[in-house]
């Protein structure tokens, strides 16, 4: 019940913005990465369980997820939600900005956010930078994209 008031509480939307969906199980992660997610101009959706997560995707496309290991009982070598991520078809994948966090990874860290398929990995305990931290990794992310996404559109794919 606690959990629900908190999500709702932290879920924002407004017409015009990217839309982002965090799984994160603990309340003052979802605080913080709600707060950073609102002021980089997200559309703000709280995943309460796996199932949540599914649905969320099922019906509605995601420009960011922050993905926590621990999320629905997972861990760095066993998360539902990260496996469903990798085996998704490229050309989705492509389009959704994943970012991993952990207590285990040095944030930013480029070699482990390849290993694990994501485009960033986060420290939970950098968390006082999160927003910085996010705002380098999307910028990177689209400059490193902007190309193929342009050939996309021209083509007519995207």
Not at 11 to 26: A, P, Q, V, W
Not at 91 to 98: D, H, K, N, S
Not at 111 to 120: G, H, L, P, Y
């Amino acid at each position: 019940m606690l959990t629900e008031r908190i999500a709702s509480e932290l879920e924002y939307h407004e017409d015009g913005l990217k839309n982002s969906l965090i799984c994160d199980d603990h309340p003052d992660n979802q605080r913080l990465i709600a707060a950073s997610l609102r002021q980089l101009n997200y559309n703000v959706q709280v995943a309460k369980d796996i199932d949540d997560v599914y649905d969320a995707l099922k019906y509605q496309r995601f420009d960011i997820i922050v993905l926590n290991e621990e999320f629905a009982g997972g861990n760095s070598e066993n998360n539902e939600v990260l496996d469903f991520l990798q085996t998704m078809p490229i050309a989705e994948r492509r389009l959704i900005f994943v970012a991993l966090v952990g207590n285990a990874y040095k944030s930013l860290d480029n070699m482990t956010a390849f290993a694990k398929s994501v485009n960033v990995v986060l420290n939970d305990k950098d968390f006082a930078n999160i927003n910085t931290m996010l705002k380098r990794a999307i910028t990177d992310n689209d400059n490193f994209y902007r190309v193929f996404k342009s050939v996309l559109t021209e083509m007519g794919k995207l």
